[in-house]
């Protein structure tokens, strides 16, 4: 069978599209400055009828009026441009720096072609599905970090009464599925990271030092970098604030003997601040060269996390208290590391088997 339209008898132009593979399509069709034009609003499963008739209507009102000068009436209600630009900073206080940071990098990298123009009480699921659509491939991960930030939005709108309550039509859209970027280091990686720690002491002591502590810690590279003296208590770290709130990062021998060998800098706040001591050093750049040196070029610092982990589990530590020791809030945080301890049983299990069965003179 080939592709055939039903065209809907209420609304001209708007119709549903049936492909041989069995899926259907919302669409809409239209005349936009002298040429016909057939927009896609969305799978049936993504969107209901009604959705895609007020979507298909509103985009057909707007190619009416294409041209002509907009009434008082139509200007009055904000754009989303307008709204992030006047309420964006009332959401920001609620965030953390670097999450408000990221937040506004999400809109105007991600967000403001695909929603800027349209008014805040018009935005539709169908408009949320088709940009979905259109970040299928290389930005699926963009579309499932920006996608909480425009339902942000749209919740404050709705607070605001800017927006019906519960209307928010990123409410049930699904995020693209990734593979979980997890990197364990061997023991083999790790003697060449130590070798290169070892090398690179006297040109670069701070950023060896960080490195040594988030890989005797588990910490995350900011709880590391921003470190202040006033929060080193040991044994423990003690920060006031985190991704998780306050946290506690206890410290054993290695990293005590670590912080031990710092001299701490006069009138500075921080234990690792840059040449002028004003702010805290950033590594990201050193990493990246570092990590070529030991001949890891995709390791990331994150994945020194994942390896304290690792090295954990095969230490055989309860997922609980790894869960405590990486300062995870939720049970099930910690749950993605549960496949490392299977396979540990399973290769504990093998080898005892083996052992067994050359104790009986079995062939193994």
């Known amino acids: 069978t080939s592709e055939y339209c039903i065209w809907d008898t209420e609304l001209p132009g708007f119709g549903m599209r049936v492909r041989p593979s069995g899926n259907y399509f919302w669409f809409v069709r239209l005349r936009h400055r002298g040429k016909h034009r057939r927009i896609t609003l969305g799978k049936t499963d993504d969107v209901d009828a009604v959705l895609a008739r007020a979507q298909a209507r509103r985009l057909l009102a707007e190619a009416a009026l294409d041209g002509l000068p ?67 491939g290389e930005r699926e991960a963009r579309f499932n970090r920006a996608v909480p930030v425009l339902a942000s939005l749209l919740k404050y709108a709705e607070a605001l009464r800017m927006r019906r309550k519960g209307s928010n039509p990123c409410r049930g859209i699904p995020r693209y599925k990734r593979q979980a970027m997890e990197r364990y280091l061997s023991p083999s990686e790790y003697a060449r990271i130590g070798t290169e720690l070892r090398a690179c002491e006297n040109e670069a002591p701070k950023q060896v030092a960080i490195i040594r502590l988030l890989l005797y810690t588990g910490a995350r590279r900011s709880e590391i970098e921003k470190l202040r003296w006033e929060w080193v208590k040991p044994p423990r770290l003690v920060l006031p604030d985190s991704k998780t709130g306050p946290k506690i990062i206890w410290l054993n021998s290695q990293a005590l003997s670590v912080l031990g060998n710092i001299e701490r800098q006069d009138r500075c706040p921080f234990v690792f601040p840059d040449h002028a001591g004003t702010k805290p050093i950033n590594v990201g750049m050193w990493w990246t060269r570092f990590r070529r040196r030991c001949a890891l070029p995709d390791v990331r610092i994150h994945d020194l996390r994942h390896s304290f982990a690792s090295t954990a589990i095969m230490g055989d530590v309860p997922l609980a208290t790894i869960g405590k020791l990486l300062g995870h809030v939720l049970p099930e945080t910690s749950a993605k590391y549960a496949h490392l301890a299977d396979e540990f049983v399973a290769d504990a299990a093998q080898r005892v088997s083996g052992s067994l069965a050359s104790a009986i003179g079995l062939q193994t």
């Open 70 to 136: 907009k009434r008082v009436a139509i200007e009055s209600t904000p754009t989303m441009n307008d709204f992030v630009t006047t309420h964006f900073d009332d959401l920001a206080r609620v965030w953390k720096p670097s999450t408000a940071k990221r937040n506004a990098n999400a809109w105007r990298i991600d967000l403001a072609a695909h929603f800027g123009d349209i008014p805040v009480a018009d935005v539709s699921r169908a408009d949320v599905v088709r940009w979905r659509d259109a970040c299928a």
